[in-house]
């Protein structure tokens, strides 16, 4: 107890120079140093008096709780060693006393050095006789509690014991603050480490800013580098422009004369564009007069051609006596063609098909007119396989071309073309094909129907193809005029197909009553997209190839000029069929059209839209007749492939609700085969469909 009594005696007196030390050296002033070390050194001993109170206390409760043991014996023995260690604590007091007297001179000369007043190192010193009290009267009790120790040791014998287990419970509190205290600190010093690493960044960040603006002012430097020496060249174009302003100077008071006698000349003509500026305005005015009189002139040709013909066809009635009047068929067998526009000079130099379609891009750009290359394709393709798709749609927004595309074709190849403009009043099949008038005992004859008697009744149209336009057909409902036409037109892949005149109750020779649809006959329909137009149905779809002509990337001036002109050759249906090809069910390409339309068709039934073997017949037998399609699955073929989706299958869909997770998944499953086809166009189409609450295709974009 006594020893653990000094050592806090050693540790205040320590404490007391130690505080007042780092004090001074910190800045603060001699008093206020004192203070701190005093003030520590107070907090030390009280904690002493604190602990030896404690210890005194526990002491007379030991000594009355052991009073009457058997220990004392043990205790005489260690009398010896407690009186050793005794000794010892009193060589400790005299160290310390001889260290607080150093230490206090240590003060003393610190005072000095500080410039400390007499009335502060007076007051200093009375605290310092105050300390050596309170450790006067601590050796007093230190002395008192020896005597009792000895007592204590003489009667207990294991009271060290005790005292040790004592001490090593408050070494251990000791150890346990110091632990507590080591994990603040540690705690501190890492929250300090993350102020540090966020200052850091932040530092980083600057640094980044800071090299930013240093690399724009070595840009300015060297930019700044380049003006320099630009300035020294302008310096010497200056002084070359100087030289050149005053030989310009010259030469402007000569021109000043000039434009003296210029400007006399420019009155004159000014007065002389006065006058051309009238003439060319009364021509203006004059303007619309003349194309009246150019369309009045158009009408007069064109009523002269068919009066000509109706001449021709009055003479041949006078001659034979039998005039067309009394001819239920009059209007069925005028001519529409003149048999002199005939050509049986059949073309040579265009045989090869590759050669035809170069050709026929080229004369399509001399006309002023522009078309993409796989438009080209497209559309010849189908007329190739009318046999099985029987019409040729060309649908689109206004302005496209597509009844100029038709005409074009069939003026290079030297066809007979013929245009029927369809009327929204157009209900049923008479309006294409006519119809017996029971009143006039007539059949009011269409342009289509006596195209169609003409070729019947006349060898030399054999090997002469004719193409039919339908311009605008959904300006009223296809189904309504067209189905039972097309249904003929379908069934020519089989077999003959022919038109039968209904004259009611007349008899008429067979040739005269059923009219053989020629295959040479080529049908081609033209729709509009605006409000105006019908839709068309899947049974339309189905036996139709329907190519879109959507708004151009690029537009195209044209040229105004006349365009080139052709030959009078012209090519024969007989070398036309000669380019169509029937597939191979063993070609690789076929096989591989089957496989993906499988897949395809599974995924429309998912979807409530499938289809049968005519639209694969159809898809096949595009593709092996797209230009550039051989045996394999190459480039032209996926290219075939995908019109085929775009024409015959996607059309299908348009108006499913796709909100649903099901039509969802099934149209991520079509969408995974329209990529396989490589094809950009149909892709972004194909995505576009999709975008709303409904499927709504419109086609694919050709210029691409």
Request: glycine fraction near 6%.
């Amino acid at each position: 107890m006594q020893n653990r009594t000094i050592d806090w005696l050693l540790a205040g007196a320590t404490t007391f120079v130690v505080g007042a030390i780092i004090a001074l050296i910190l800045g603060q002033n001699a008093p206020h140093s004192l203070g701190v070390g005093l003030a520590t050194t107070a907090t030390s001993l009280g904690s002493a008096a604190i602990l030896n109170s404690r210890m005194t206390a526990r002491m007379a409760v030991l000594e009355q709780h052991i009073a009457d043991t058997d220990r004392a014996r043990a205790l005489k023995q260690e009398l010896p060693e407690l009186k050793s260690q005794s000794a010892s604590l009193i060589a400790r007091n005299d160290e310390l006393q001889r260290r607080l007297e150093q230490q206090q001179q240590e003060i003393a000369a610190a005072l000095e050095k500080s410039g400390i007043t007499k009335g502060q190192l007076a007051q200093l010193q009375a605290q310092a006789n105050e300390i050596k009290a309170t450790i006067t009267a601590l050796l007093g009790q230190k002395q008192d509690l020896d005597r009792r120790l000895a007592a204590l040791n003489r009667n207990y014998p294991d009271l060290s014991a005790l005292e040790g287990l004592q001490q090593r419970i408050h070494e251990c509190q000791l150890e346990k603050t110091s632990l507590e205290a080591q994990i603040t600190a540690l705690g501190n010093r890492l929250g300090a480490m993350e102020d540090r690493r966020q200052s850091l960044q932040q530092l980083e960040a600057n640094l980044a800013i800071r090299q930013a603006e240093l690399d724009q002012l070595n840009s300015r430097i060297q930019f700044g580098s380049g003006l320099a020496g630009e300035v020294m060249e302008n310096e010497a174009k200056l002084q070359y422009l100087k030289a050149q302003c005053q030989q310009l100077l010259t030469e402007r008071q000569n021109l000043e004369g000039l434009i003296n006698q210029l400007r006399l000349e420019q009155q004159q003509l000014d007065r002389s564009l006065e006058e051309k500026t009238a003439q060319y305005t009364s021509l203006v005015q004059k303007q619309p007069e003349v194309e009246a009189i150019e369309r009045q002139i158009f009408h007069l040709r064109l009523e002269k051609k068919e009066l000509e013909l109706e001449k021709e066809r009055l003479e041949h009635s006078v001659s034979t006596q039998a005039p067309y009047y009394k001819d239920p068929l009059q209007t069925l067998k005028m001519p529409l063609w003149s048999e002199s526009e005939i050509s049986h000079d059949f073309s040579t130099t265009n045989t090869d098909e590759e050669e035809f379609l170069k050709g026929f891009s080229a004369y399509v750009q001399k006309s002023g007119f522009y078309f993409p290359s796989r438009t080209i394709a497209a559309f010849h393709t189908s007329l190739k396989v009318q046999g099985i798709s029987a019409l040729v749609i060309l649908s689109g927004i206004s302005g496209t071309g597509k009844s100029e595309l038709p005409q074009l074709y069939a003026k290079y190849m030297g066809a007979q073309f013929l245009m029927l403009a369809v009327q929204p009043r157009w209900d049923s099949p008479q309006d294409l094909l006519g119809f017996y008038n029971y009143m006039e005992n007539q059949f009011k004859a269409t342009s289509l129907t006596r195209s169609i008697y003409q070729y019947n009744h006349s060898p030399k149209w054999q090997d002469k193809i004719a193409l039919i336009l339908l311009d605008e057909m959904n300006l009223a409902r296809v189904e309504y005029y067209f189905s039972e036409f097309l249904s003929k037109l379908e069934s020519r892949r089989h077999h003959d197909a022919y038109l039968d005149i209904d004259l009611g109750n007349l008899t008429l020779p067979e040739g005269e009553r059923h009219l053989k649809i020629p295959p040479q006959f080529f049908f081609v329909g033209t729709m509009n997209e605006d409000e105006t137009t019908q839709t068309l149905s899947d049974k339309v779809l189905d036996r139709a190839n329907v190519i879109t002509m959507s708004r151009p990337l690029k537009l195209y001036l044209g040229n105004h000029g006349h365009p080139p002109e052709l030959g009078s050759g012209c090519l024969s249906y007989h070398q036309f069929k000669s380019w169509c090809k029937l597939p191979n069910p063993s070609q690789p390409v076929v096989r591989e059209v089957e496989r993906l339309l499988t897949q395809t068709n599974q995924i429309m039934e998912d979807m409530g839209h499938p289809f049968a073997h005519r639209v694969y017949q159809s898809v096949v037998h595009y593709t092996v007749n797209y230009p550039g399609v051989g045996d394999n699955l190459t480039a032209a073929a996926l290219a075939a492939l995908s019109d085929s989706f775009a024409q015959k299958i996607l059309p299908k869909l348009r108006g499913i609700i796709i909100e649903d997770e099901r039509t969802m998944d099934n149209l991520d499953r079509l969408g995974s085969i329209v990529s396989g086809l490589a094809d950009a166009a149909l892709t972004a189409a194909f995505a576009k469909a999709r975008q709303g609450y409904q499927f709504q295709w419109r086609g694919i974009s050709y210029d691409v």
